[in-house]
């Protein structure tokens, strides 16, 4: 039994993972003030009625639980925050604590955004003079801008609504192309419904200015227009000296340099976005199109991050990427367990989700280069896998700990040698 949970002053919970999970959701609730409905959710095993699962998808047979973890010492813009991570991997939670510990003292993390805009695309076909059709489209602005509003009466009363248009031609196999941009603030939502509806009510009428054919009208997931940034300084000294931070700067070049290792750099960034994006009911291959897409824009795939040795000597990391994430629409309101993510987050406006979450993608980035760039990942991983393993092998109850300490001890974290000492285990 680990010792009583302390109300958190600030979201530094040294031994937070030395926690029961009963524990845990304590101190969460003791921090973020979180109501018991939330708890009670969070602790419900298998947390999705049948009969919501059946109305969110199509032919729906079962839901799959995945564990939600809380990283810790997260200070975001001067709060403290505690984030809950929907992930399958062992050791993403913890790689967010431990970063997130070495520039707590130094001021955690410092976030912007560029908006909140989301950009729908309308493909046209078949114009003799597409240099002609895109001046035709862009002198018709207020209609757009009108027809666009029209469509959304609430989210023009919640402040969002067009904003702007952008008219291109785009040479492809087929020959040249019209693509309207229509650029939309969609404040609190995701948009993509929202944007989808204006682009496909639009589609008549550039047909009509233009003499042309519609054929696609959706959003862009390269949503270049609502990024999310993160800053943060690591003193030299809260992560080993400047060896440590000289040779995780050589990784990061690495990663500017050569798109395969930049696809692993990003996939690790990824892990911490991806579990705060699924923990708050947003839609992850949405944000996970547009990182890379962003990475890749310059026609060259490349990190995400920057790192740099700042004048005294500290290592400073920066994250710019798209970051389309709602706190309406998608399954954001429809999963109570997204809900209660967001309850425990205490964000009240999508932007703040975004800026926490390019946070979290942050200080995922330090922690793997970290140990990349000094003992190597295998140890800090498998140690955190082993548990797993344990269980693959039949391991219950006790055991999975028990076995787990005896592969990490024998630093061979492998299905058949814990097949082998399971069975001794046993023996007694
Ligand atoms: C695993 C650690 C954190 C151990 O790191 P450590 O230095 O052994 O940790 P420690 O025992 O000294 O503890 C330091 C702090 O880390 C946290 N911490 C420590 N252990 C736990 C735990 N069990 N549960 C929760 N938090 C934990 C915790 O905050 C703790 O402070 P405390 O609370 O004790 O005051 C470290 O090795 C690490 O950061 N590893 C990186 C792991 C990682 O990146 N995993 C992602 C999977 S690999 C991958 O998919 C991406 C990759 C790597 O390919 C990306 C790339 O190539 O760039
Ligand atoms: N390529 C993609 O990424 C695509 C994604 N999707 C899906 O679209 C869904 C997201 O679409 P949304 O338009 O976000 O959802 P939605 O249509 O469910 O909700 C957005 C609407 O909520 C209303 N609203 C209420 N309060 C609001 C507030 N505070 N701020 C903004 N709007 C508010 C507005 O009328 C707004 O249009 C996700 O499920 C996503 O998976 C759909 C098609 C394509």
Redesign the pocket.
């Known amino acids: 039994m680990s010792k009583s949970p302390q109300p958190a002053a600030n979201s530094r919970i040294p031994g937070f993972h030395r926690m029961t999970t009963d524990e845990r959701r304590a101190a969460v609730a003791a921090f973020c003030g979180l109501d018991e409905e939330s708890v009670a959710q969070l602790a419900m095993p298998g947390n999705l009625d049948a009969h919501i699962a059946d109305h969110m998808i199509e032919n729906v047979v079962g839901t799959i639980a995945i564990p939600i973890g809380v990283a810790t010492n997260m200070k975001v813009d001067g709060q403290d925050v505690l984030v809950p991570m929907a992930t399958e991997e062992s050791s993403v939670v913890a790689a967010v604590c431990n970063a997130a510990k070495q520039c707590y003292d130094a001021g955690g993390f410092t976030t912007s955004i560029s908006g909140t805009l989301m950009i729908a695309q309308i493909q046209l076909l078949g114009v003799s003079d597409p240099q002609s059709a895109r001046i035709r489209i862009l002198e018709r602005r207020d209609e757009i801008a009108a027809a666009c509003n029209a469509c959304?009466p609430?989210?023009v009363k919640?402040g969002?609504g067009f904003r702007d248009l952008e008219v291109r031609v785009v040479p492809t196999r087929g020959g040249e192309i019209v693509v309207t941009h229509l650029i939309v603030d969609?404040?609190?939502?995701?948009?993509?419904?929202?944007?989808?509806?204006m682009a496909e009510a639009l589609a008549p009428s550039i047909e009509a200015w233009t003499g042309g054919r519609v054929l696609l009208r959706?959003?862009s997931?390269l949503a270049d227009r609502r990024l999310a940034r993160a800053r943060a300084v690591w003193p030299a000294d809260a992560i080993g000296g400047p060896a440590v931070r000289d040779a995780m700067i050589a990784a990061y070049q690495f990663a500017e340099a050569d798109p395969y290792r930049a696809a692993t750099h990003n996939k690790g960034i990824m892990n911490g976005v991806s579990a705060v994006v699924l923990a708050t009911g947003n839609?992850t291959?949405?944000v996970e199109?547009g990182a890379h897409a962003f990475a890749a824009r310059t026609g060259r795939y490349k990190s995400l991050t920057n790192w740099e040795v700042t004048a005294d000597g500290s290592l400073a990391g920066t994250l710019e990427m798209p970051l389309?994430v709602?706190?309406?629409?998608?399954?954001t309101k429809v999963h109570p367990t997204a809900r209660a993510c967001i309850k425990l987050l205490g964000v009240t406006t999508?932007e703040q989700l975004a800026r926490i979450i390019a946070a979290v993608g942050l200080a995922q980035n330090f922690a793997a280069m970290r140990v990349l760039a000094t003992e190597g990942v295998q140890k800090g991983h498998m140690s955190l896998h082993a548990k797993n393993i344990a269980i693959v092998v039949g391991a219950v109850g006790d055991e999975i700990e028990t076995l787990a300490a005896i592969l990490i001890g024998r630093r061979q974290v492998r299905q058949d040698v814990a097949e082998a000492e399971l069975a001794k285990l046993r023996q007694g």
Request: glycine share 16%; charged share 15%.
């Open positions: 959304d609430l989210l919640l969002g969609t404040r609190d939502a995701m948009g993509a419904n929202a944007v989808n509806t959706i959003l997931n839609d291959r949405a199109a389309a709602g706190l309406v629409g998608g399954a999508a």
